[in-house]
């Protein structure tokens, strides 16, 4: 029985329904701990584009669970919001894919503010004469693109 039990958790854990159920059971819990009778105070317009980059980041990245969670404390509206409306509103242009959250081009944008050329240090660091392997070059992560537009 306990090798039942044993095969039966592999599979749901190696089909992420375990993860999804553990993340409904915890959103039923805030849920359920909420008191209905105090306010909520009302949120800055930012938290709804910061909930949002997130939401578009758990979702591309398959996060159900976290993502549930999200919604359930957030309260954030069940429709995602338009990306056009998300660009205009935080003042940014991509470049990039629209499956491709733009919070991957915010962080990209300000990590390549901070290190001008990457591509420098890496020369460096593998030292005069070597090559990185087509396995390692495939690792590296390919930037998105996107313009922060000063006000």
């Known amino acids: 029985m306990d090798d039942l039990t044993a095969v039966i958790k592999e599979t749901l854990e190696n089909g992420g329904v375990l993860s999804d159920l553990k993340g409904r059971v915890r959103a039923e819990i805030f849920k359920a701990l909420e008191d209905p009778s105090l306010e909520r105070p009302k949120l800055p317009s930012e938290n709804l584009l910061i909930n949002e980059l997130i939401r578009e980041y758990l979702t591309y990245n398959n996060y159900q669970s976290t993502l549930s969670v999200l919604m359930q404390e957030s309260r954030q509206p069940h429709q995602p919001l338009d990306r056009n409306f ?32 990457v591509n420098d240090v890496r020369e460096t660091d593998l030292g005069e004469g070597e090559e990185e392997s087509e396995e390692e070059e495939e690792e590296v992560f390919k930037q998105p693109e996107i313009t922060i537009i000063h006000k």
């Open 86 to 117: 998300l660009c205009s509103e935080l003042h940014v242009k991509s470049h990039t894919s629209p499956e491709l959250p733009l919070l991957y081009g915010i962080v990209s944008h300000f990590t390549d503010q901070h290190s001008n050329n």
